[in-house]
């Protein structure tokens, strides 16, 4: 069987050029290819799930990346995968620090569903130190991330960090 389409899931909080990388490549293998984006209500997030989904569709339109189907999902990824058809799950790979995170969740989503290819891209040097936390604390210290960001990225968190400034001075913090 030949494996056309996949998910790939993250929490895209928000999406940076190292997550795009990964997309344009793993596009040139599945020509079906869902970006589903994690709503999980224990891991705090600078940004709403519904943010992040516009976010991440607005940065795909900016770089020219069209026909990605941008999806949420909660609980098991392998559950997403299964209700939307695919067969491979794409994942990134920076540092050694992502290997034994990531080697354990392939193995974990094997076990339950073994159906499903783990596939990693390994990231553009460029990108290799590139992460949404850094993008965040930069801009938060008033950084400019034009080289980390599209550009409606930037929009977005600048407006975000600024709307949190202005809630954390209204409590008197
Ligand atoms: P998660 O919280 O699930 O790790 P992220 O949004 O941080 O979600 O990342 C999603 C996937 O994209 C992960 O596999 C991560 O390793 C990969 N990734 C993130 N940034 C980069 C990058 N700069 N280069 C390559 N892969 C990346």
Redo the contacts with the bound molecule.
Sequence with gaps: MTITSAIY?????PI?Y??I??VRRAKKLFPRLLIAI?ANPNKSTLFTIEERMKITEAALAEVGLDGIQVISYAGLLVNCAKEHGVSAIV????ANS?FDY?FQMALTNRDLAPQFESVF?M?AGT??F???SIVKEVCSYGGDVSAFVPESVKKALEEKLAEKRAERSSAGE
């Design positions: 899931p993250g929490s895209f909080d940076t190292g997550h990388d990964i994690v994942r990134g790979l920076r992502d990531e891209f990231t990108y290799s590139l992460s949404s």
